[in-house]
């Protein structure tokens, strides 16, 4: 008998098949690092926003606003969410400012309020279907 030589169908077929799964599996991790790039890239700008908040705060020191906030709850000391805007455009991060003293902290109404604050900056933005958070604290002393 003459040995014959080349391809069958089947071979094609299984071969095809091998190559579709592994260009659907790099396909699929291309697009899982693009949505990780994404992610890494919000959050790092989110934490940027935080950052510039918590630095202004501490540079402007206690203020006399801070008085008798976040005693008994946790105040914000903004209205509501507050819109981050760069360059006149709208960011697609919110900033929340809340204070806290530190009788409400450690639960102790022993302790002599007004002295020590604690400020919590919340930066949030969506991701996907979810609401991501950022939060970063800081502590002012009354001097």
């Given at each position: 008998?003459?040995?014959?030589?080349?391809f069958t169908?089947?071979?094609?077929?299984?071969?095809?098949?091998?190559?579709?799964?592994?260009?659907?599996?790099?396909?699929?991790?291309?697009?899982?690092i693009n949505?990780?790039?994404?992610?890494?890239?919000?959050?790092?700008?989110?934490?940027?926003?935080?950052?510039?908040?918590?630095?202004?705060?501490?540079?402007?020191?206690?203020?006399?606003?801070?008085?008798?906030?976040?005693?008994?709850?946790?105040?914000?000391?903004?209205?509501?969410?507050?819109?981050?805007?760069?360059?006149?455009?709208?960011?697609?991060?919110?900033?929340?400012?809340?204070?806290?003293?530190?009788?409400?902290?450690?639960?102790?109404?022993?302790?002599?309020?007004?002295?020590?604050?604690?400020?919590?900056?919340?930066?949030?933005?969506?991701?996907?279907?979810?609401?991501?958070?950022?939060?970063?604290?800081?502590c002012l002393?009354?001097?």
């Open positions: 008998m003459k040995k014959e030589n080349g169908g089947i071979d094609i077929v299984i071969s095809v098949c091998v190559l579709t799964i592994f260009i659907a599996i790099i396909g699929n991790l291309v697009v899982l949505l990780n790039y994404k992610n890494i890239e919000r959050k790092s700008k989110a934490m940027t926003y935080a950052i510039q908040e918590i630095e202004t705060i501490k540079a402007l020191g206690y203020q006399d606003k801070y008085e008798g906030k976040g005693i008994n709850t946790r105040d914000n000391l903004l209205e509501e969410e507050a819109d981050i805007y760069e360059n006149g455009k709208f960011t697609g991060y919110h900033k929340c400012v809340y204070v806290e003293d530190y009788v409400y902290i450690k639960q102790d109404m022993d302790k002599k309020s007004n002295i020590l604050k604690q400020i919590t900056v919340e930066i949030s933005y969506g991701f996907g279907n979810k609401k991501q958070l950022i939060s970063l604290s800081t002393v009354k001097e």
